[in-house]
T-cell receptor
Framework: AQSVTQLDSQVPVFEEAPVELRCNYS??????LFWYVQYPNQGLQLLLK??????LVESINGFEAEFNKSQTSFHLRKPSVHISDTAEYFC??????????????FGQGTTLQVKP | KAGVTQTPRYLIKTRGQQVTLSCSPI?????VSWYQQTPGQGLQFLFE???????NKGNFPGRFSGRQFSNSRSEMNVSTLELGDSALYLCASSSGQGGIRGQYFGPGTRLTVT
């Protein structure tokens, strides 16, 4: 079985400051990793994903995440946040190479609050 | 392409009633998954359908059921509603079998049980 722990439930940060949202996972098999973002009253949007290859993955809006297999982590970072980044962020995993790839296991979410 | 659509967006039901929620995936997507989102339990997987077959099922009671049609549209049904079923129900579709490329979520149906 897999589990995901997002270490911070809320992260307040000032605009233009850097931010890191932490995610650790537990799994007995290799997994694919994802970050999703949810704006108020909306569904989830895929932010970025790690499937294989380079451990650093980037999104089109300036976020990046680094897969660390030894620490079983997939932390999300942005060097300079904007007010519009205020949202809830979810880390998720799914086991590789099985019929479970349509089943995402989510962390509890981290609310990013960007202050002016 | 149009995104994932879910109907209705909001629903109020009474305990004991049943409800059916609908999800239309992105055109060409054959996998549809359903999730329940609540403040206490977070996001929990309900089930996944691919080519009209249920491939995976989460740990929910049998009151929760679903199906997928030949055009990939999916419905989920909850019978004998309980207060604890109040939640945002999210549907997600993906192009491959499962969600290797990532699942694309609809806006959700907010169900309130009174």
């Amino acid at each position: 079985a897999q589990s995901v722990t997002q270490l911070d439930s809320q992260v307040p940060v000032f605009e233009e400051a850097p931010v890191e949202l932490r995610c650790n996972y537990s799994s007995s098999v290799s997994v694919y990793l994802f970050w999703y973002v949810q704006y108020p009253n909306q569904g989830l949007q895929l932010l970025l994903k790690y499937l294989s290859g380079s451990t650093l993955v980037e999104s089109i809006n300036g976020f990046e995440a680094e897969f660390n297999k030894s620490q079983t982590s997939f932390h999300l970072r942005k060097p300079s946040v904007h007010i519009s980044d205020t949202a809830e962020y979810f880390c998720a995993v799914t086991p590789q190479g099985s019929s479970n790839t349509g089943k995402l296991i989510f962390g509890q979410g981290t609310t990013l609050q960007v202050k002016p | 392409k149009a995104g994932v659509t879910q109907t209705p967006r909001y629903l109020i039901k009474t305990r004991g009633q049943q409800v059916t929620l609908s999800c239309s995936p992105i055109s060409g997507h054959r996998s549809v998954s359903w999730y329940q989102q609540t403040p206490g339990q977070g996001l929990q997987f309900l089930f996944e359908y691919f080519s009209e077959t249920q491939r995976n099922k989460g740990n929910f009671p049998g009151r929760f059921s679903g199906r997928q049609f030949s055009n990939s549209r999916s419905e989920m049904n909850v019978s004998t509603l309980e207060l604890g079923d109040s939640a945002l129900y999210l549907c997600a579709s993906s192009s491959g079998q499962g969600g290797i490329r990532g699942q694309y979520f609809g806006p959700g149906t907010r169900l309130t049980v009174t």
